[in-house]
């Protein structure tokens, strides 16, 4: 199985980090930042604009820059099965 990541940035630093997708939807975007026993889940959900998607972990606030509607289309465009279902 090949693990979908996603690039988010750490607003105090400014550092780019690489972190897997546990669970992606429109309304809110799981992650795990780190491997093994260390690793840290974290939940992003959208912004008031909705131009990106924002959370916190350990004290840090990590910013995803990708609208709503990108994201949705991400998702409809990886299983399209899903979107005919609803």
Known sequence: ???????????????VLEVVVLNKRAERIQVVLGEGIHSVKC?????????????SAMGRELIYERSRDQVQADIDRVNPALRKSR
């Open 43 to 55: 939940d992003l959900s959208p912004t008031r604009n909705g131009m990106g998607y924002a959370g």
């Open 1 to 15: 199985m090949i693990d979908e990541k996603i690039r988010v940035k750490v607003t105090d630093t400014g550092q």
